[in-house]
């Protein structure tokens, strides 16, 4: 895994959650919805753009 992808990346949703993409899951906080398989960065990136859950408080 490369060096840059020690912290987590965060994309803001549709909706206003944040969808954090850390090196073992890629997590909603909006929704909820979660994944541990696959290309993270791009399922946290896909789900960002169509998510339209609010920040959970």
């Known amino acids: 895994?490369?060096?840059f992808y020690n912290?987590?990346?965060r994309f803001r949703s549709e909706g206003g959650a944040i969808?954090?993409?850390d090196i073992w899951k890629?997590?909603?906080g909006?929704?909820?919805a979660e994944t541990y398989r696959g290309d993270l960065l791009k399922w946290a990136q896909d789900h960002a753009e169509k998510c339209r859950?609010?920040?959970?408080r």
């Open 19 to 21: 969808v954090v993409a």
């Open 30 to 32: 909006g929704c909820g």
């Open 1 to 3: 895994m490369s060096s």
């Open 26 to 28: 890629s997590e909603c």
């Open 7 to 9: 912290a987590p990346v």
């Open 53 to 56: 859950a609010l920040p959970r």
